[in-house]
């Protein structure tokens, strides 16, 4: 099994940055993949990144169109943890945000980590 504890979220302006961190219970080189997945109220949850994490897989990235040129998604096999820089946050970001991992044939999540951006 695989916990996932997110952290970083909260409450920024418009054009704001913030950080989201996801760190996994266990050497996220074991892992498959890693990604982060927002849902907004009334909406279905969405992918937001995803990132290999895999040891004998480069760190390949793949992003939403929505969120391309102002997201990174980063790993620090270190720290067996994956974050999400978010710059130019827009209103239209605010969602809950949650960290999953795809490991042997599983997928795990976080609790979810809030982010609201007002206007």
């Known amino acids: 099994q695989v916990q996932l504890v997110e952290s970083g979220g909260g409450l920024v302006q418009a054009g704001g940055s913030l950080t989201l961190s996801c760190v996994a219970s266990?050497?996220?080189?074991?892992?498959?993949?890693m990604g982060w997945y927002r849902q907004a109220p009334g909406k279905q949850r969405e992918l937001v990144a995803t990132i290999t994490t895999a040891i004998t897989i480069s760190g390949r990235t793949d992003y939403a169109d929505s969120v391309k040129g102002r997201f990174t998604i980063s790993r620090d096999s270190a720290k067996d943890t994956v974050y999400l820089r978010m710059n130019s946050l827009q209103p239209e970001d605010t969602a809950v945000y949650y960290c999953?991992?795809?490991?042997?044939?599983?997928?795990?999540w976080g609790q979810g980590t809030h982010v609201t951006v007002s206007s």
């Open positions: 999953n991992a795809n490991y042997r044939a599983r997928s795990y």
């Open positions: 266990i050497n996220i080189f074991a892992i498959n993949s």
